[in-house]
């Protein structure tokens, strides 16, 4: 089974909603546990890795810029 991808500061949807009724969270810091910040009350909550993978449905924003080209210097 392939690992899901996902990086800090994404916005990933969770199989069961947070009590204020969103299920979306930011993921605000990653390592051994990592912490997701609910976008609707900006609750936090540190969540081991194993049981973040096992409930994380998919990534609905991620913060890595969309690479499209090449860079322009300094215009």
């Given at each position: 089974?392939?690992?899901k991808a996902f990086q800090l500061g994404d916005i990933v949807q969770m199989k069961k909603n947070h009590p204020c009724g969103s299920n979306e969270m930011?993921?605000?810091r990653m390592g051994m546990d990592i912490r997701i910040?609910?976008?609707g009350?900006?609750?936090s909550v540190l969540v081991p890795r194993a049981?973040?993978?096992k409930n994380m449905r998919k990534v609905?924003?991620?913060?890595a810029p969309e690479v499209e080209?090449?860079?322009?210097?300094?215009?």
């Open positions: 089974m392939e690992r930011e993921i605000i910040k609910c976008v009350c900006k609750h049981k973040f993978e609905l924003r991620s913060a080209g090449t860079a322009q210097d300094g215009q």
